[in-house]
């Protein structure tokens, strides 16, 4: 029996999306999962909302990362984007470093990618193919959702937002949870309110 696709939408600025990548990693350790990771765009999906001004900044330095991830899928192939997240995401979280080019240039330079993918930070060059991959995992769940995005077949969800991210069976486990509520039909939200940040370890 072939492994389950499951598609990941990431954007590598958001440090839950960050810790929700780590956990469907470790389930595909001990459940039989084929996970396949897209880009997805915060400063896209927030580009015409009215925001707090500290949050504009924010999404304003969003727009670099996510555009050297979708430069990389186009020239190097979308097996490129789970490495290339791994090391952006290690150094802008975990890591702490800023979310500047320098920073980009080191996880690029980490993966054997060319330095010159930077360039694409400031280039409205690869925006189409961006806004395409954003609009393929963002049309499965609404826009009342954030990253990541992650879609089984056609049963799609938002999150699940955890912290730390389990480890061996317990992130087997959610996982098995997670995928049963998402599968029942006429489900929509199950919420509380968060009383910690993440926790990288």
Known sequence: MSAA???FWFDPLCPWAWMT????????QVRDLDVRFHVMSLAVLNEDRDLPEDYRKTLDAAWGPVRVCIAAAKHHGDEVLLPLYTALGTRFHPGGEPRERATVEAALVEVGLPLELADAMDSEEYDDALRASHASGISRVGMDVGTPVVAVGDTAFFGPVVTPAPKG??????????????????FYELKRTRDQGPIFD
């Open 21 to 28: 990548s780590r956990w469907i990693l470790e389930a595909a």
């Open 169 to 186: 069976e317990a992130a087997g486990k959610l996982w098995d949870g997670v995928l049963a509520v998402a599968q029942t039909p006429g």
């Open 5 to 7: 696709r499951v598609d």
